[in-house]
């Protein structure tokens, strides 16, 4: 009966195996596929990821962790008919704030919104690589030479 079992477990663990072969195969094949464009750009993956922890301490208290805003005192940037249509206003309000109203989604915001003088042009490229390539967004990596032509007609008054 011992063998029974046995001879019933290899026949069991033999059909497995090439299902696993396959499934494993599959698997990679799909994550190589997948990975190829954002693994061979690291300085995305840079840009993003320190865009992102630079988002969380400097934008997340108001436009919130999920992007969605705060209801009617700060915009979503999740999904943003703004963000989408004003990408340079983006970057200057990152680095000087707005004040006045603004309209996002057919609504109406006017919350005055302070900006962060001390980022630094690559701050501002990484904060908008995150931004524009999470929730709703996926526009690449923001080059800092886009952040400094945009900065460049928005300065301060």
């Keep these: 009966m011992a063998s029974k079992n046995n001879g019933r477990r290899l026949q069991a663990t033999s059909y497995k195996l090439p299902v696993l072969a396959m499934q494993l195969v599959a698997c990679a094949l799909w994550f190589g596929a997948c990975g190829q464009s954002t693994s061979k750009d690291t300085k995305f993956q840079q840009y993003y990821v320190q865009g992102e922890q630079l988002y969380i301490k400097n934008c997340s208290n108001c ?9 009617r005192v700060y915009p979503p940037l999740n999904t943003s008919d703004y963000m989408d249509q004003h990408r340079n206003e983006v970057i200057c309000l ?10 996002v989604n057919g609504k109406k915001y006017n919350m005055p919104m302070k900006g962060i003088a001390s980022l630094t042009e690559l701050e501002i490229a990484e904060i908008a690589t995150y931004i524009y390539n999470t929730w709703s967004h996926q526009y690449g990596r923001v080059e800092i030479s886009e952040v400094q032509k945009a900065l460049a007609k928005c300065q301060p008054k």
């Design 94 to 103: 990152i680095k000087y704030g707005k004040e006045g109203e603004i309209i």
């Design 63 to 71: 436009h919130q962790k999920n992007g969605n805003g705060l209801g």
